[in-house]
């Protein structure tokens, strides 16, 4: 039950923070819709920022599950290009909602974030070490993370998608006779 109220919060990221006002009405909106009482919401997410990091996390282990099914796909190329399609759009829409969960003062990265960026590296690493016989030699999960983010953080979801076809096409590693 709590898990829903996980998903009902990202259509209620508007959710005040703690100690401002309307907070209160919006929490019991979030709990009423996910079924359960506001004892239990407040009990499970104190704050709206660990409602925010709660819903990023299951967004992110979502991402890395995705990815890991994808590591038994028969054509490990394209498994690895319809991970960073997902990936794309992943930090291209949820990238406010990790930056909201994960907001300090001075602006370091919280112990959270970097959970997050280690799993996704992990999945990356499998799919990109699976894929790497017909991958440039030089690449790496690194490299791939950094080209997509770079798509991703710049334009809009669609285009951050189109951008990472273009990419696979450079990555691609290059036969003799493809001139």
């Known amino acids: 039950m709590v898990g829903q109220g996980v998903r009902l919060a990202e259509r209620e990221c508007g959710v005040p923070r703690a100690g401002q006002p ?26 709206r ?4 990091a709660a819903l990023y996390t299951d967004e992110v282990a979502a991402l890395c599950d995705h990815g890991n099914q994808l590591l038994a796909a028969p054509a ?8 960073l399609d997902a990936f794309v759009a992943h930090v291209a829409t949820k990238r406010p909602l990790a930056l909201a969960a994960t907001d300090v003062p001075d602006g370091r990265r919280t112990p959270m974030f970097e959970e997050w960026h280690a799993a996704i590296t992990t999945t990356a690493t499998a ?10 030699p030089d ?11 770079g798509a991703a953080l710049t334009t ?24």
């Open 22 to 47: 309307g907070e209160h009405a919006a929490a019991e909106g979030v709990a009423r819709r996910a079924g359960v009482g506001n004892a239990t919401l407040y009990r499970h997410f104190p704050t």
């Open 49 to 52: 920022a660990e409602l925010l």
């Open 76 to 83: 490990p190329v394209e498994a690895l290009f319809t991970w």
């Open 127 to 136: 799919l990109v070490r699976r894929a790497q016989p017909a991958l440039r």
């Open 139 to 149: 690449i790496t999960a690194t490299d791939v993370l950094a080209l997509a983010s």
């Open 156 to 179: 809009d979801a669609q285009n951050a998608r189109r951008l990472v076809a273009v990419l696979r096409d450079g990555l691609t590693a290059r036969h003799d006779n493809d001139g």
